[in-house]
């Protein structure tokens, strides 16, 4: 099916609908217990038929892997920004209903997005789970400093949606999902920060796609 001929089956203005009545879903409280496990969540393409998903479970705060599982499938709708979520979403949400985690973590926004639903606040409200979103660049918001906080503001009502975090001289753009604050993330990321640019569970699931794209293209 040509990318055309996707975007003409998907119905973008009921993507957008959807994503605007689960936003009120959203919870921005730290909603959880204590976290003991991880389930971070990454996918790569090869070409632009098939998506290979990933999810890895890890302890925490040692940050061993304890498992990992994906698929490899179709691609069903084409990439369009700020409707993410439903290209990849399906995908994670079907991996993560067989695990046991306590907290997602995501390549990608939570409601630092225009109608204050990226993808991990998405995954996050249809698992009813704490999601936190983390991206190596900004989709919406303005960015400001004060001292030593960089912060990503809505830009209609300017209110916080996201901060930025140093790793290795670049920039991670992290921001709440779903039943966790925007602090909380913030602190909840820093403390995955080791030896590479991304958390490292992330880091590690990234790898992992990228070696299973090698695998099977």
Request: charged share 25%; hydrophobic share 45%; aromatic share 10%.
């Amino acid at each position: 099916m040509s990318k055309l001929a996707m975007r003409i089956y998907f119905n973008v203005s009921k993507a957008i609908a959807l994503q605007r009545h689960l936003s009120k879903k959203v919870v921005l409280a730290d909603k959880y217990d204590k976290i003991r496990r991880i389930a971070a969540v990454d996918s790569s393409f090869i070409g632009n038929k098939k998506i290979i998903a990933v999810v890895g479970v890890f302890e925490y705060p040692s940050l061993d892997m304890l498992e990992y599982e994906y698929i490899i499938d179709d691609i069903r709708i084409p990439y369009i920004p700020g409707l993410l979520a439903f290209r990849e979403a399906p995908f994670y949400i079907k991996l993560l209903s067989k695990k046991s985690f306590d907290i997602i973590l995501v390549d990608g926004h939570g409601i630092a997005h225009p109608r204050f639903l990226g993808i991990a606040a998405h995954v996050g409200v249809i698992l009813n789970k704490p999601s936190v979103g983390v991206a190596k660049r900004k989709l919406y918001g303005s960015i400001k400093t004060l001292g030593n906080k960089t912060m990503i503001l809505d830009p209609k009502s300017n209110k916080i949606i996201g901060l930025v975090l140093k790793s290795r001289g670049k920039d991670l753009y992290v921001s709440p999902g779903h039943r966790i604050t925007v602090e909380s993330a913030a602190l909840f990321v820093k403390s995955l920060i080791k030896n590479y640019y991304l958390p490292v569970p992330l880091y590690i699931v990234d790898k992992l796609t990228k070696d299973l794209k090698r695998k099977y293209r």
